[in-house]
């Protein structure tokens, strides 16, 4: 009998992890007692005191310096994330172990402030988040990424956000002054505007309506916000591109970008999984597609190609995505970073 789908979640199935020796597993030549349908898998939350917060970024097809994630593990569930994998050094699985184990580094907005006292440290933006969103839904609760940015409204610090959650709206009253001092950068990443997709393929992340509501509350409070189309899934929602790109610039986005789908580790099989279940009449196509614009493989590590992809389905796609945006954002410019505002002693006060 065939388990209960996990209604909310992306990924349905836990995968392996290759750093461990030893793993519970349903499997057994005997058999189990009972099935274990219907299952509620709800969220753990763990507390991690990290030594340092911000990191350096060294991949070349990535437009940032530095890095700093608050959160490890992201309960938005989008099945496609190149973060899954990440979640395996601290003992989880990249399937259903990423969504619902959520590590907080609860120490984080004082990291930073650490961070930004050193002697040797000099302005460079600093991304929220590279690796899981920042404003995932513990966010509401926890507010770490708001004590963040206060931080950075203290130093007068560079910061740029990407996010798949309007939650970022609850922080305008940080981001304006941030903003006027040309201090912070928004990134909304939308990846669809067909709802019944965006629901299967990232279950707790706002609707595309949500985003462009947000797009557009951003850009009349005068803060830079950019669209990430990503990512791009052939077969899935390759052909949406110039409505995606039409509707942001419609709400004020002054600019674009976007990635191509890769499935690396185990992310494939947890994907593979996913697309089965979800799109089955159309899981030869995506999944042929997905593997001909990596070299026959469904992942690519190469820099400079494992982001954009190779071939003509990659090239169709590029010339689609660049000549929408020259279509809808021709003339628009993000204005860059202020690196000048840097206040090294934060605010002083006597009272």
């Given at each position: 009998?065939?388990?209960?789908?996990?209604k909310?979640?992306g990924?349905?199935?836990?995968?392996s992890?290759?750093?461990?020796?030893?793993?519970y597993?349903t499997?057994?030549?005997?058999?189990?007692d009972?099935?274990?349908i219907?299952?509620k898998i709800?969220?753990?939350i763990?507390?991690?005191?990290p030594?340092?917060i911000?990191?350096?970024?060294?991949?070349?097809?990535?437009r940032?310096?530095?890095?700093?994630?608050?959160?490890?593990?992201c309960?938005?569930g989008?099945i496609?994330c190149?973060?899954?994998?990440t979640?395996?050094?601290?003992?989880?699985n990249?399937?259903l172990?990423f969504?619902?184990?959520?590590?907080?580094?609860k120490n984080?907005?004082?990291?930073?402030?650490?961070?930004?006292l050193?002697?040797?440290?000099?302005?460079?933006?600093?991304?929220l988040?590279?690796n899981?969103?920042?404003?995932?839904?513990?966010?509401?609760?926890?507010?770490?990424?708001?004590?963040?940015?206060?931080?950075?409204?203290?130093?007068?610090?560079p910061?740029?956000?990407?996010?798949?959650?309007?939650?970022?709206?609850?922080?305008?009253d940080?981001?304006?002054?941030l903003?006027?001092?040309r201090?912070?950068?928004?990134?909304?990443?939308i990846?669809?505007l067909d709802?019944?997709l965006?629901s299967?393929?990232?279950p707790r992340?706002a609707?595309?309506?949500k985003k462009?509501?947000?797009?557009?509350?951003?850009?009349?409070?005068g803060?830079?916000?950019?669209?990430?189309?990503?990512?791009?899934?052939p077969?899935?929602?390759?052909?949406?591109i110039?409505?995606?790109?039409k509707?942001?610039?419609?709400?004020?986005a002054l600019g674009?970008?976007?990635t191509?789908?890769?499935?690396?580790g185990?992310?494939?099989?947890?994907?593979?999984?996913?697309?089965r279940?979800?799109?089955?009449?159309r899981?030869d196509?995506?999944?042929?597609?997905?593997?001909?614009?990596?070299?026959?493989?469904?992942?690519?590590?190469?820099?400079?190609?494992?982001?954009?992809?190779?071939?003509?389905?990659?090239?169709?796609?590029?010339?689609l995505?660049?000549?929408?945006r020259s279509?809808?954002?021709?003339?628009?410019?993000?204005p860059?970073?202020?690196?000048?505002?840097?206040?090294?002693?934060?605010?002083y006060?006597?009272?």
């Open positions: 009998m065939e388990a209960e789908y996990h909310g979640r990924a349905q199935i836990k995968t992890n290759p750093f461990l020796k030893q793993e597993v499997e057994h030549i005997e058999g189990i009972e099935e274990m219907g299952e709800p969220t753990q763990f507390y991690e005191n030594k340092k911000v990191n350096k970024v060294d991949s070349p097809d990535v940032m310096y530095y890095s700093l994630n608050p959160y490890q593990g309960e938005h989008c496609y190149y973060a899954r994998k979640h395996e050094y601290w003992g989880y990249a399937g172990d969504e619902t184990k959520i590590i907080v580094k984080a907005p004082e990291l930073l402030e650490k961070h930004l050193q002697r040797s440290w000099k302005p460079q933006p600093i991304m988040s590279g899981t969103d920042c404003y995932q839904p513990i966010e509401r609760k926890l507010g770490i990424t708001r004590r963040l940015l206060e931080v950075f409204l203290k130093y007068r610090h910061v740029g956000i990407i996010t798949k959650n309007v939650t970022v709206l609850r922080d305008l940080i981001l304006e002054p903003a006027k001092e201090l912070v950068h928004v990134v909304l990443s990846t669809s709802e019944k965006r299967v393929l990232e992340t609707s595309a309506h462009l509501k947000a797009i557009e509350e951003l850009s009349k409070a803060i830079p916000v950019t669209i990430m189309n990503a990512p791009i899934i077969g899935l929602n390759h052909h949406e110039p409505k995606v790109i509707a942001a610039a419609e709400h004020g674009a970008g976007y191509i789908v890769r499935l690396n185990y992310i494939g099989e947890v994907f593979e999984d996913w697309l279940k979800n799109f089955p009449d899981f196509k995506v999944w042929n597609q997905i593997s001909e614009v990596h070299g026959g493989h469904v992942n690519d590590s190469q820099f400079g190609r494992r982001m954009r992809g190779e071939g003509n389905i990659a090239d169709i796609i590029a010339q995505f660049n000549s929408s279509r809808y954002m021709a003339g628009r410019e993000i860059p970073f202020d690196l000048t505002k840097f206040r090294k002693g934060g605010n006060s006597l009272f």
